[in-house]
């Protein structure tokens, strides 16, 4: 498989660049699967298509403020973004100016109540640092971080907590899962009320994610581990559920790829912790998930190939297609898409 076979045409204006309010009223595309019929839906209409005795599987990762503007010790501006925590105050990272953050060298930010330490260059790229501050590298942040928007998102977000599913609660992660963004506490009630279990896990959303394939042949795309946890009453859950003829809604790419880490070959699910790095691509054999709802992904993206394996890649490219015409709105702020 080429990278390339996982291109399509975007015009930018269907970008979005800030979030539908209420939450819920993003347009929905539907696509069945068996008959490749499209539906042009409302996201508040998802109750429609569950039934009593599903679960609805949720990432229930939080996102920090986890991009620092700040100056260099030599001048001149330079921008960190959190990845992945290695201790209390060491991150591995993202950096720019690239060329000039070399293992030493210093950023301050907040005129020096924080400074960032290059330690050592990473494989991917990125620079493990070390933070040097008074009191908690979490309440810096808090006072001097900004949340992560892709670079895509040219409009700066009024309320840091648009950028967080309303069933948030683990802090760690440097994007958010997005197909959760459009939930509001009101449906998720309507769905509860409906017997279908929400089943929140945990994938702290990271590089590998969002990572671009740079490479021709995806096979060679090496993904970046991200951290997961499946509790013991999650796997109970999802488990029951299935033994009793009830179908697995993973919410986001996310969820489908905490499932299918900790997913066993008999179709179980396990309680466990611990770094993914899976990579899911068409030929893929599905162990847990019937049903995905998900955000419209940029091209060629590794997310892009994973609804590809849900689906097919003809029937993905021709619905992304399909949503273009009818001008849809994509990517973080964008409308949704439920796969069945």
Not at 75 to 80: D, F, K, P, R, T
Not at 130 to 150: H, Q, S, V
Request: hydrophobic share 40%; charged share 25%; with cysteine.
């Amino acid at each position: 498989m080429k990278t390339s076979d996982f291109y399509y045409d975007l015009p930018e204006e269907l970008i979005a660049q800030t979030p539908v309010e209420p939450r819920d009223h993003s347009r929905m595309l539907v696509v069945h699967r068996a008959s490749g019929e499209l539906e042009h839906r409302h996201f508040y209409d998802i109750a429609e298509y569950l039934r009593p005795g599903d679960v609805l599987v949720v990432n229930n990762t939080r996102v920090i403020p986890a991009r620092l503007i700040g100056e260099r010790a030599g001048g001149g501006a330079a921008e960190v973004l959190l990845l992945k925590q290695l201790g209390p105050k060491k991150w591995e990272t993202l950096v720019r100016p690239g060329r000039r953050l070399k293992p030493g060298a210093e950023v301050s930010f907040g005129g020096g109540k924080l400074i960032a330490r290059m330690l050592e260059t990473t494989g991917a790229g990125g620079r493990i640092v070390e933070f040097i501050c008074e009191g908690t590298l979490e309440a810096m942040l808090d006072e001097l971080g900004e949340m992560p928007l892709p670079p895509y998102i040219h409009e700066k977000l009024a309320d840091r907590d648009r950028y967080q599913t309303v069933y948030a609660r683990h802090d760690g992660s440097a994007a958010a899962p997005t197909a959760g963004l459009h939930f509001t506490p009101e449906l998720l009630d309507k769905i509860r009320a409906m017997g279908v279990k929400i089943v929140p896990v945990l994938l702290h959303v990271g590089l590998g994610t969002f990572r671009p394939v740079k490479v021709e042949d995806v096979e060679e795309h090496e993904m970046h581990s991200e951290y997961y946890e499946v509790t013991p009453e999650a796997a109970e859950a999802v488990n029951a559920a299935r033994a009793a003829g009830g179908r697995v809604f993973a919410v986001g790419t996310t969820s489908v790829r905490t499932l299918e880490s900790a997913a066993g070959e008999d179709g179980l699910l396990r309680a466990q912790s611990g770094w993914t790095n899976i990579f899911i691509t068409p030929g893929y054999r599905f162990k847990l998930v019937d049903a995905l709802i998900t955000n419209f992904h940029l091209p060629e993206s590794t997310l892009v190939m994973l609804v590809s394996a849900f689906y097919s890649r003809e029937g993905t490219l021709a619905a992304y297609d399909e949503a273009v015409r009818q001008k849809y709105r994509f990517f973080s702020f964008g409308d949704a898409m439920l796969l069945l």
